[in-house]
């Protein structure tokens, strides 16, 4: 999807949702958008300056992983003489989030002493119970063989029977700056699980997701106007 973060979701742009989710937060003292796409940049310009300096080109590829950019962005941050305690991850693609998620996230983080970083989850719509690797020859074997085991190998156990199973979610990552610097990741271990509702838990990446998200918006805004 071509410039995908100025689409729209409720006439507001993926990007703009962030960081209207950003400015709602107690937590957050530092807004800044990552990107190399001039378009993009004078968007966010116009909303605020939230777009300070540019990406680097070597992180502005396909291949380029969230910790690259990250570390470029608190060098450059560390360049300017400001530092941060926290990251806070918010990406554009996840446009159905409620305005007080931040400042949840941040007060089960804290509360979790033994936590090195926050991840959102929400339950998986497909349990990976059901799910199989295929050989070159067609044949499947299960992903968790050992929870296979513990049902006899039945193929078809009934959801409710099985261990809750959750699925990463793109609507928020924490991590406490010290340790990415430490580790070099944003996730290691001692990970906190940060629930989300499945049904808001949107991902854009097709033209099908953006429309799931539009209706999604739309209800979200219209249960709050109905109290």
């Not at 300056?49 to 502005?60: I, K, S």
């Not at 959102?120 to 044949?139: I, L």
């Not at 085991?149 to 959750?166: M, T």
């Amino acid at each position: 999807m071509p410039k995908k973060n100025l689409r729209l979701v409720d006439g507001v742009s993926l990007v703009h949702r962030a960081i209207q989710l950003a400015k709602a937060s107690a937590s957050v003292t530092e807004i800044h958008v990552s990107t190399d796409d001039s378009e993009i940049a004078e968007h966010v310009r116009a909303l605020g300056d939230y777009a300070q300096f540019p990406r680097d080109a070597r992180w502005a590829t396909d291949d380029a992983r969230d910790e690259e950019v990250v570390a470029f962005v608190l060098d450059e941050f560390d360049r300017r003489g400001r530092s941060f305690d926290y990251l806070v991850y918010l990406r554009p693609t996840a446009p159905c989030r409620d305005l007080n998620l931040i400042d949840k996230a941040f007060a089960e983080f804290r509360q979790a002493t033994s936590a090195r970083s926050l991840k959102a989850v929400s339950t998986a719509r497909q349990h990976p119970y059901k799910m199989w690797w295929r050989d070159e020859a067609g044949f499947l074997s299960p992903i968790l063989p050992e929870l296979h085991d513990q049902f006899d190998g039945v193929v078809d156990v009934p959801r409710q029977e099985l261990p809750i199973a959750v699925a990463s979610s793109a609507a928020i990552d924490i991590v406490r700056v010290a340790d990415f610097r430490r580790d070099g990741l944003i996730h290691t271990f001692e990970i906190l699980g940060f629930e989300i509702p499945a049904d808001i838990d949107i991902d854009v990446d097709t033209e099908l997701d953006l429309q799931v998200a539009e209706l999604t918006a739309r209800t979200m805004k219209a249960r709050k106007d109905d109290f």
